[in-house]
């Protein structure tokens, strides 16, 4: 396992295309994404490959703001990012129809901690908390689609 590399899935209960609805829509993560405080975006792009913003975020008494560029953007397929800031990395959502009635979603992050938060060490450390905090939040997505 790298150190700060995160993949979680699950399974909707909903079609694909009510999924992404969700999912496209970058300005309304901090609805469901519970470390996430705020989204400010750079321009007024909110969709696609060029979209920056800053993401604030707090995992319990750590706050970083993050400058993110969504670098992928495959519509009803998947959305990168990159991190810059306190935290650097990319993550990357997709999405898999097996059915007509099933998404699954899938969330694969690799951050990298500077060396006030620990270097490597740190996010080995923090791998775990992320996994939990990132799972709850795709069971948010998930309760927001299916609701």
Known sequence: MTPGHVTISITIAAPLDAVWD???RIE????????????EFHTDQRRGIGTTFTCRTKIGPLRTSDVMTIDAWDDHRAIG????????????????APSTTTTVVT?????TFPWYFGGALG???????????????LIRLRDRVTS
């Open 28 to 39: 309304d993560h901090v609805d469901w994404m519970a470390d996430a405080e705020s989204i």
């Open 123 to 137: 996010a080995f450390a923090a791998s775990p908390v992320f996994r939990w905090i990132w799972s709850r939040n």
């Open 22 to 24: 969700e999912l496209e």
């Open 81 to 96: 990012v990159t991190h810059a800031g306190a935290v650097t990395g990319t993550g990357r959502f997709t999405l898999d």
């Open 107 to 111: 969330w694969d992050e690799q951050l």
